[in-house]
Structure formats: structure tokens, C-alpha cells
């Protein structure tokens, strides 16, 4: 299995035309996630709701822990710092992503104004919990069931009705007092704004020569101050997760590509080959070659 320590989705889901996708999520013997399942910290800019199923999961929202137990359905907000873990063993959860902008409207009517405009300007957002007994729950629930149908089947003119079940749920979210102005408060919005900068210079820039200086201006503190917060957040410190992250590059193009270890090596940000072959070793178990093979069943210089 692939290491999952950098599901930062910079993408989307879906497609440009349709921004949407229900996925059903599963873990357990026979799945992909046999012990649990486990989505690294990560973030993007779709909403997402999870409704769960089956098994007791536990959300970090913006370095924030909540637990939920089966029924119970978790909003995340658009840019929200965010980690799903379950329980040892099986579970299940579906999971609704869309793109919130395919909400607004180009005409300001009171929809617009009240609702859809301050959920995209960040002014509201969606609260993180919702539980049976809730006023918006069973709304909120049904719309997933229904949306999760559409988007399964996606005959003729599913996406229609898709985005209309998206402006019920919205609706049934208002009226319950489910969105909710967004808090200003400094922390922990800053320290994840700038775990969130590191992050993605990182991505952005792992192919060049990167120094901690660099990414501690990225995030608009020290070096000291940054190796601190970031390995608090991550469990790594920033130059780390780097050479992780860059490992992990290396990994994709060993298995799509047939340039050699040195080329790969090089466009990977890693100026010494033999550096590179130690940290691959060390991260994975295999040199280059090694992997590479087991992978593909093939093998250059």
C-alpha cells in the first residue's frame, strides 16, 4: 500500500463540469485498509460530510479532536485542516465531496445573499457535529442517502438533481442553526495556516534545492519556532517531511517512467544519488532498482 502521509488534495473530486462525488469507505479484512481506516491529515477546498456507519472514528478538525460513534455525521469545512481514523477493525462511512461554488448563483436573491454568499466568503460555516435528535439530521441524513443513489446510478440528469438535494441540505442546515458564524480567534488558525503554507511549498517547490530557512519564511516565523509547530502538527520536522515527501515522488516515477534512478533522483530535489539511495532504503526497505522492479517488473540504471 501506498504511503499516505501527504493526502493533501490540492485537486478535486468529480470532474470540472460536475465537482461532485458520494464515496462509500471501508475498512477491515478484504479492504485496502485491513487494520483501520485512516485518512492522514490533510486539507482541500470542497465541503465534505461524513456520515458513519459502522465503527467509532475520531476527527481532527483543525488540530481538534471529536469522536463519533455510528449514525452520527461530521461537516467539514472548505480549507479545513482535517484526519479521520476509526477504530481498530472494520468500519464503514460514506463520504459527500463537492465543490461549494457550484452553489452560488449569479442572481442575488435572498439565497444567495443569506446563505450560499457567506459560506463561500467564510463568513458562516458549517458546524462540525451533527447527532440523531438534532433538528437538522434527519434532513441532513436523508440528503446523503439520496445524493449517494444519484450519484451510484447517475442516469439522466442526475447532476441536476444532485445539485438540488445540495440546495435542500443547505436550506435544512440554515434552518436548523447548523451554519454558523466562522470564529477569528488566533489559534489554532495560525499555527495551521502556516503548517498549511509549509505544506504546500513543499509540493510546490520539493523539485528545487529547499533550505529550513526557506520554509520558515514561507511560514513567517524562525526556523526554531518552525521546527517546533510542524513537528508538534506532524510528528516530523519540516526538512523531514521533505525528504518524505520527495521519497514519495521518487516512488511514482520509479512505477510510471522508465528514466533512470539517477535522473529520478535528480528531478526529486535530491542533489546526491547516493544520499537519495540511503534515504529510499531507509523510507522503504528497497533501493530504487528493488522497488522498482517489484513494482513493475522492470529495471534501469
Avoid at 478535486?12 to 479492504?31: K, N, Q
Avoid at 467539514?76 to 481514523?85: M, S
Avoid at 438535494?165 to 502556516?194: D, H, Y
Wanted: glycine share 8%.
Amino acid at each position: 500500500m501506498e504511503d499516505r502521509s501527504f493526502f493533501t488534495e490540492e485537486g478535486r473530486h468529480g470532474t470540472d463540469r460536475r465537482p461532485m462525488a458520494v464515496l462509500r469507505c471501508r475498512s477491515g479484512p478484504g479492504t485496502a485498509m485491513p487494520a483501520r481506516y485512516l485518512a492522514p491529515r490533510h486539507w482541500h477546498e470542497e465541503v465534505e460530510i461524513l456520515y458513519f456507519t459502522q465503527g467509532r472514528f475520531t476527527v481532527e478538525l483543525d488540530l481538534q479532536e471529536t469522536a463519533f460513534a455510528p449514525g452520527e455525521i461530521c461537516l467539514v469545512n472548505a480549507g479545513t485542516l482535517h484526519r479521520v481514523q476509526s477504530e481498530p477493525g472494520a468500519s464503514e462511512h460514506l463520504a459527500l465531496l463537492f465543490d461549494p461554488r457550484i452553489l452560488a448563483f449569479s442572481y442575488a436573491d435572498e439565497v444567495q445573499q443569506r446563505l450560499v454568499a457567506p459560506l463561500l466568503a467564510g463568513q458562516t460555516g458549517l458546524c462540525s457535529k451533527v447527532v440523531p435528535g438534532d433538528p437538522a439530521y434527519l434532513p441532513l441524513r436523508g440528503a446523503l442517502l439520496a445524493l449517494q443513489q444519484l450519484y451510484a446510478a447517475q442516469g439522466p440528469g442526475w447532476y441536476i438533481r444532485a445539485k438540488l438535494q445540495l440546495l435542500e441540505l443547505l436550506a435544512a442546515l440554515g434552518e436548523a442553526g447548523a451554519l454558523r458564524p466562522t470564529p477569528q480567534g488566533r489559534l489554532p488558525g495560525e499555527a495551521v495556516a502556516r503548517y498549511k503554507a509549509v505544506v504546500s511549498c513543499i509540493r510546490a517547490r520539493y523539485m528545487e534545492k529547499l533550505t529550513l530557512a526557506q520554509l520558515a519564511r514561507a511560514a513567517g516565523c524562525s526556523p526554531e519556532y518552525l521546527c517546533r509547530f510542524f513537528r508538534k502538527i506532524s510528528g516530523s520536522t519540516p526538512v523531514e517531511y521533505l525528504v518524505a515527501f520527495r521519497i514519495e515522488q521518487a516512488k511514482a516515477l520509479l512505477r510510471a517512467t522508465g528514466d533512470s534512478v539517477l535522473e529520478i533522483s535528480l528531478a526529486c530535489g535530491f542533489d546526491s544519488p547516493s544520499y537519495f539511495n540511503r534515504q529510499f532504503k531507509r523510507r522503504t526497505g528497497q533501493t530504487p532498482n528493488a522497488y522498482r522492479r517489484q513494482a513493475t517488473g522492470r529495471e534501469t540504471a
